[in-house]
């Protein structure tokens, strides 16, 4: 499953292609969400990036996203405090059919 919830946070479990042209959710494979990102994967420039562009998509502050899983990976799963399912599930869906 891509997304889950578990108490008050929301994890997304995505697959990331730094090095794009631009940042965008490509869509699903293998029970991930799979997200082309414009950072490089140096020095967490990648990790970053997926926070702020998670962030902007979900409409939420970048302090309430947290990696928790695949920090040093192309398959992560972030942790969203203080957001419901329906939401996120909503505003990804969202930014698949307009890139940012």
């Known amino acids: 499953m891509w997304i889950e919830q578990r ?9 990331v292609m730094p090095n794009a ?4 959710v490509e869509g699903f494979r293998q029970e991930r969400l799979c997200i082309r990102l414009h950072a490089p994967a140096v020095e967490g420039k990648a990790n970053q990036a997926l926070l702020a562009y998670l962030a902007n998509v979900l409409a939420v502050s970048k302090t309430r996203l947290e990696i928790l899983r695949g920090e040093k990976s192309r398959e992560k799963s972030v942790a969203i405090t203080g957001l419901d399912l329906q939401t996120a599930e909503q505003a990804i869906q ?3 059919l307009t890139p940012r």
Do not use: D, F, L
Not at 21 to 24: A, Y
């Open 7 to 15: 108490g008050e946070v929301v994890i997304i479990n995505c697959r």
């Open 94 to 96: 969202s930014a698949m």
């Open 21 to 24: 042209k631009k940042s965008v």
